[in-house]
């Protein structure tokens, strides 16, 4: 199987690898078009701030790129804020695959959000096998807000937000499936079955 991990100045990439590798998948890192465009499976991860990583994206003409890819797409973390369309981090207008906007956690409590919270109202297939209310790890201070069509699990921090959320071949999770133990992986390999 042919993975590309799209290489976007932001961090967490090398922590994807390993766990692709735990799986028997050697994925490749890359930001050019071509290898993007023939891989079996793209994922999208990433650790950073939205408007510098947006910025990336449009200089290489990766961001019209993702738009147009039709095999399953995964974005993780920062993956996931910026395939929505608006984030509050630095203003920064993202991709517009969800049509969620991405918000700041207030100030309430603890934040960032780090460490393991349940998934709750799980629904579709990357969750197979994965039991509502089982952990996975989170490291953010943004959140993608809920969507009633598209929203296929949550989380609770301070508010409910959009733990996972998929739409035609784009799937795109908050949380870090690659540092979440035996769920992480299972999520993973439902992604790579698809």
């Known amino acids: ?4 991990i799209i290489k976007y100045n932001s961090g967490n990439v090398l922590s994807v690898l390993y ?3 735990r799986l028997g998948i050697n994925a490749k ?5 071509e290898e993007i465009q023939k891989a079996d499976k793209v994922i999208f991860p990433g650790q950073g701030e ?3 990583a947006m910025r990336y994206l449009r200089e290489r003409k990766l961001d019209q790129l993702i738009k147009e890819l039709k095999q399953p797409f995964f974005g993780i973390c920062l993956g996931q804020q910026l395939l929505c369309e608006y984030s509050e981090e630095n203003d920064t207008e ?9 918000k700041k956690f207030p100030l309430m409590d603890k934040v960032p ?3 393991w919270n349940s998934l ?7 969750l197979n096998g994965v039991n509502a209310h089982d952990y996975v790890y989170y490291v953010h201070s943004y959140f ?10 949550k989380t609770h921090y301070i508010a409910d937000f959009s733990a996972l959320l998929h739409k035609d071949n784009f799937y795109a999770m908050q949380a870090h499936p690659e540092k979440s133990s035996h769920s992480g992986q299972k999520i993973l390999t439902n992604f790579l079955n698809l």
């Open 1 to 4: 199987m042919d993975v590309a």
């Open 19 to 21: 766990a692709l590798e």
């Open 29 to 33: 890192l890359t930001d050019d078009v």
């Open 50 to 52: 939205a408007s510098s």
């Open 94 to 102: 993202c991709l517009g695959i969800f049509p969620v906007k991405v």
């Open 113 to 115: 959000h780090v460490g």
């Open 120 to 126: 709750q109202d799980t629904k579709g297939e990357l």
């Open 144 to 153: 993608a807000e809920i969507h009633p069509e598209f929203t296929v699990a």
